[in-house]
């Protein structure tokens, strides 16, 4: 019996240092993917700003317009930033509480919703951004980031091992 779990923990344990490969990638992929959309929908709402601006004040936000620039510039040089992998805890902290106050404004039903049909909250317009922003902000950008670039060459910080432990 003995035998058997040891060689079931070294199974488990090969799997899991072969698995801990696809951190950085995966990272870098929710980084490229998100952040480039999110730039797409900044890019689309600064030229359509009588149109967002509008919405923002059906929605009854204080100053609408400059809301709406505000919000717009955080998706697009937000989602360059955090595709970039640069300032990437920060931006996804302040995109997190982005995608937060976009349910809180614009999406109450689908928030209320969160527990009693989950479908309609992750159906939601914010939910992907959202989600990728929690990824990078408690995992961090990986190594193929700008981020960890810098703190290589400007903080002369050793390069992570290749399973990011």
Not at 117 to 141: C, E, H, M, N, Q
């Amino acid at each position: 019996m003995n035998r058997l779990l040891t060689t079931t923990k070294s199974w488990h344990d090969t799997f899991c240092h072969y698995a801990d490969y696809l951190q950085h990638p995966f990272l870098l992929f929710v980084r490229l993917y998100w952040g480039v959309q999110l730039m797409q929908s900044g890019w689309g709402k600064l030229h359509n700003l009588d149109k967002v601006t509008d919405f923002f004040t059906s929605l009854n936000l204080p100053m609408p317009h400059q809301m709406a620039v505000i919000i717009s510039c955080l998706e697009f040089f937000g989602g360059f930033l955090l595709a970039a992998g640069l300032f990437s805890r920060l931006i996804s902290f302040v995109l997190t509480i982005n995608m937060i106050s976009a349910y809180v404004t614009a999406d109450k039903e689908a928030l209320h919703s969160i527990f009693s049909d989950p479908d309609k909250f992750t159906a939601a317009a914010p939910y992907v951004f959202l989600i990728a922003s929690l990824i990078v902000f408690i995992f961090g950008p990986g190594v193929f980031s700008l981020d960890a670039l810098a703190d290589r060459f400007f903080w002369k910080t050793p390069p992570a091992n290749k399973t990011g432990a």
